[in-house]
């Protein structure tokens, strides 16, 4: 049975956003929408966590969800990150990302000031209503403060553009029962756990390491996808240590920004409150790196 997000499946990229002396380089922006092109990947995802959403303006990150959007010209999906703790706020920015012409939403659970279940249905409802693109529920409660619990996602299944859900709860048990429940395409939030998700009859990934190794998490994610576990076991195994580093010497996207610097792929500068990876842990990624065959 074809699942109602079926269209993006395969390999997402969850974009950095890159700096330059404080401002966002458009121009490296638009060098790293052609990075992913070339790289296979399906689908493009600004200004999520991995974007450093929470310190940009309200313009800036209306600006790139704009400058994504026109660098990928039709060519790459774009799922533009449009979530906030404030239901108004969160409609504005999707009401934004749908004129611009982005093909869907990522919509991060309400943070912080923690709703119930019945507040997080009605966030997404308002929102559903008021847009005509799809909306892909990310459920993080690592971030968030608070889980969206899987009743609560079947009822937000049964709204018609609700497509999606990006599952970074770390439990396999939640996501089958949505899996097994909705009509739902789920959506891998964690690399290192894309093949078990994928396993259970997910259908890809949101990718952080994808930023630097496209063609890589593509071939994990289409291996997975024809059904080939033998293969998918192999390229999960070569690719962990990497997506292990991603997420675990520091917060995303303060890995993954150093590992693009390394690499010629980003300035690395982060926003305050985020701040350079250690040296330890600098020497430990490029060691990583190194052994990956990147450096």
């Not at 790459?76 to 979530?83: D, L, P, R, S, Y």
């Not at 507040?119 to 409660?141: D, Q, W």
């Not at 690592?142 to 018609?160: Q, S, V």
């Not at 962990?240 to 997420?247: A, V």
Request: charge should be negative.
């Amino acid at each position: 049975m074809a699942r109602k997000g079926s269209d993006f499946a395969g390999l997402s990229v969850a974009m950095t956003t890159p700096f330059k002396n404080g401002k966002i380089d458009s121009e490296l922006l638009r060098k790293q929408v052609e990075f992913q092109v070339n790289g296979g990947t399906k689908c493009l995802c600004p200004v999520g966590t991995t974007g450093e959403s929470p310190t940009l303006s309200h313009e800036e990150h209306e600006r790139v969800i704009s400058e994504v959007v026109q660098a990928a010209s039709g060519r790459i999906k774009v799922m533009a990150g449009t979530g906030s703790n404030s239901t108004s706020e969160a409609l504005r920015l999707t009401k934004w990302a749908e004129k611009e012409g982005a093909d869907a939403a990522l919509m991060v659970a309400p943070y912080y000031n923690k709703p119930t279940q019945e507040g997080f249905y009605e966030h997404y409802k308002a929102v559903s209503e008021n847009v005509g693109i799809p909306l892909c529920v990310y459920n993080i409660p690592g971030r968030t403060a608070k889980n969206i619990e899987p009743d609560t996602i079947i009822r937000l299944a049964e709204l018609d553009n609700i497509t999606m859900v990006k599952e970074a709860t770390g439990s396999m048990d939640q996501a089958s029962q949505i899996l097994t429940m909705t009509d739902l395409t789920v959506l891998s939030g964690d690399d290192s756990l894309t093949l078990p998700l994928m396993a259970l009859n997910g259908e890809g990934v949101i990718s952080v390491v994808g930023n630097i190794i496209p063609q890589d998490m593509n071939q994990l994610v289409q291996t997975a996808l024809n059904d080939d576990l033998q293969g998918a076991r192999a390229m999960h195994s070569r690719l962990f240590p990497l997506c292990r580093d991603m997420l675990s010497l520091a917060t995303n996207p303060i890995p993954i920004k150093c590992a693009m610097q390394m690499l010629g792929l980003d300035s690395g500068e982060l926003r305050l409150p985020m701040t350079e990876l250690e040296e330890d842990a600098k020497a430990r990624l490029r060691r990583t790196l190194t052994a990956y065959g990147l450096l």
